[in-house]
């Protein structure tokens, strides 16, 4: 029973590192569970018997290549919560794009192949896997800014972030392309990882400030019309 039992769970192991691969290439409607079991090297009834259907494999590889993927680049980059924002920020955009990068953990790819024709499947879990590190980014972007600024201005300046670094799968992808056709050598390394990533930083860094800069002119702006209006008022 005990083997039965462990061969069990590296069947299941076997068959989510295969499916994992399997859908950041092809995607899901692509993908057949035949594939998935031709790359795990097991039997092809294993995926319904471990997993019930192709599209619960499909969410449970999504989510074990997440979970793996934040393990080996852990969200907040090595930064010690006693940091600076800035160099917060910069552990965390080098973290994001470090899991983007790294060719052993797919859900990046998974979910490039969803954004491109949807399923839907991933909405749930990806939605509640993200959260903490989307309120950890929102926190480091809130400190910055300071206190007054405004709910809409901290959310779109967390997209902007974001927006910059999945940049990098564009890039990657695009220089994977041009190396299949022996037209591009090099597709993307760790140090030019480290270098667009203070890119991004220096450039989040400006638009955060210019934006904390001219909430702070509106506010004195209006300060100045309340205080005018009462002044109005009282001489009448």
């Keep these: 029973m005990k083997k ?5 769970l590296e069947t299941r192991q076997r068959l989510l590192d295969a499916a994992g691969m399997v859908f950041a ?3 899901f409607w692509e993908t057949t569970n035949a594939d998935i079991c031709g790359k795990a090297s097991v039997n092809t009834a294993s995926v319904n018997y471990h997993f019930g259907s192709k599209e619960e494999l499909y969410v449970e590889a999504w989510k074990y290549s997440f979970d793996k993927s934040l ?9 010690s919560p006693e940091a600076p924002a800035e160099k917060r920020l910069k552990g965390r955009i080098l973290s994001f794009m470090q899991r983007i990068i790294d060719p ?3 859900e990046f790819n998974i979910m490039h192949k969803e954004m491109a024709c949807p399923t839907g499947l991933l909405n749930k879990i990806v939605h509640s896997s993200i959260q903490s590190q989307h309120d950890g980014l929102k926190s480091i972007v809130s400190e910055i800014m ?7 201005d901290i ?3 967390c997209m ?14 695009h220089g994977m392309m041009l190396k299949k056709k022996r037209k591009f050598k090099k597709v993307i390394s760790e140090k030019d990882i480290e270098v667009y990533a203070d890119h991004i930083v220096r450039f989040a860094l400006a638009g955060i400030r210019g934006i904390r800069k001219d909430g702070a002119k509106k506010i004195l702006k209006q300060k ?8 109005r008022i009282r001489s009448k």
């Design 25 to 27: 290439e092809k995607g």
């Design 146 to 152: 300071g206190t007054g600024a405004r709910e809409q």
């Design 160 to 173: 902007n972030v974001i927006d910059m670094c999945f940049g990098v799968i564009h890039y990657l992808h």
């Design 155 to 157: 959310n779109f300046c």
């Design 71 to 79: 393990k080996k680049h852990p969200p907040d980059g090595g930064i």
């Design 224 to 231: 100045k019309i309340s205080k005018n209006k009462k002044a």
């Design 4 to 8: 039965q039992r462990i061969d069990g």
């Design 104 to 106: 052993e953990t797919y």
